[in-house]
């Protein structure tokens, strides 16, 4: 069997970063990049981007790097920066690639994740407003409405077998409210 090696992430200059044409992601949709402009000044950067080395027609590198995984990320920072809130020449842990294909990069990253489930939701936010955070605060920190929340923490008064058959699919979050 074949050992895999991963490849360590390093900071480059925000200054040196540019959007890839080959990310997979045109359509924008739920958060915006102006909300995610601020939950990166809140909470700061959770992951590093993709980013390949940008060369001329002789191939020699420019000194710049394309965003591969990471667009909307790179637009928030931007966002960031307009609003003086970011150096533009910040360091951001990019994962530098020079082999396969760009466009893979992008859309492994944007289709191998899954959303959170509902329960893990209601886990979280219970867990925060067990530490004192109010329902709208959790709302407005994970850009959802107060309803939203309130329905997961609604699931704390279902009993362990219903929550479990509703892990197993057996029972909607509907039946189940």
């Not at 040196?16 to 102006?34: D, F, H, P, Q, Y």
């Not at 959770?46 to 637009?75: C, I, M, N, T, Y």
């Amino acid at each position: 069997m074949e050992k895999i090696v991963l490849t360590a992430a390093r900071d480059i200059a925000l200054d040196k970063l540019v959007a890839s044409g080959a990310n997979v992601r045109r359509i924008t949709a739920g958060v915006s990049v102006e909300d995610l402009a601020e939950d990166i000044a809140r909470r700061g950067l959770l992951q590093s981007w993709s980013v390949r080395p940008v060369v001329d027609d002789q191939g020699a590198e420019k000194g710049q790097f394309a965003v591969s995984a990471g667009g909307r990320r790179l637009a928030a920072l931007r966002l960031l920066v307009k609003q003086k809130r970011l150096a533009k020449n910040a360091a951001v842990p990019c994962i530098v690639k020079t082999d396969g294909i760009e466009e893979e990069d992008s859309l492994a990253e944007n289709t191998m994740r899954e959303a959170l489930h509902p329960l893990d939701q209601f886990r979280a936010f219970k867990n925060l407003q067990d530490q004192g955070v109010t329902i709208d605060e959790i709302a407005a920190r994970f850009f959802v409405g107060a309803p939203v929340v309130r329905q997961r923490l609604k699931l704390a008064a279902a009993s362990q077998k219903l929550l479990d058959l509703y892990v197993a699919e057996e029972l909607s979050l509907e039946q189940l409210m």
